[in-house]
């Protein structure tokens, strides 16, 4: 009996222990440059988020969205369009979300995988 409770203890420990570990890593992975490229039948898509550190305190970082659309009509490639967005976002460290304060948007992300999420849109970190 004793030895499953110690099961138990050592179980619920490490759970708990993962939980805090993923937040710091977060944090850690969180800067960088972030990049998805998707394509359809009315273009290709280049999408590029760069999440730069405002202020360690309040836990406050600048979100720089890049992105660039080659539309295809007809078959024929159009000019390239592109557009560049700059926000700010707070990282949550309960949620381990960043949320973006314009448009409440938020990431989440995997550091092991170096992934980061915003709904159905997958990026990947390459920095």
């Excluded at 280049?46 to 836990?59: A, F, M, P, V």
């Excluded at 970082?61 to 926000?87: A, C, N, S």
């Excluded at 915003?118 to 970190?125: A, H, I, S």
Aim: with cysteine.
């Amino acid at each position: 009996m004793k030895t499953i409770t110690k099961l138990v203890f050592g179980l619920l420990l490490f759970n708990c222990s993962c939980g805090f570990l993923s937040a710091d890593s977060k944090k850690k992975i969180l800067p960088g440059t972030y990049i998805r490229i998707a394509q359809n039948e009315f273009g290709h898509e280049y999408d590029t988020i760069i999440i730069t550190l405002i202020n360690q305190s309040t836990k406050e970082y600048k979100i720089t969205h890049k992105w660039k659309f080659e539309r295809i009509v007809d078959g024929q490639q159009l000019d390239p369009e592109y557009r560049v967005q700059i926000k700010s976002g707070v990282f949550d460290d309960e949620s381990g979300l960043l949320g973006e304060a314009g448009t409440l948007d938020q990431f989440s992300f995997k550091p092991d995988q170096k992934l980061m999420t915003n709904g159905p849109n997958q990026y990947r970190k390459i920095d």
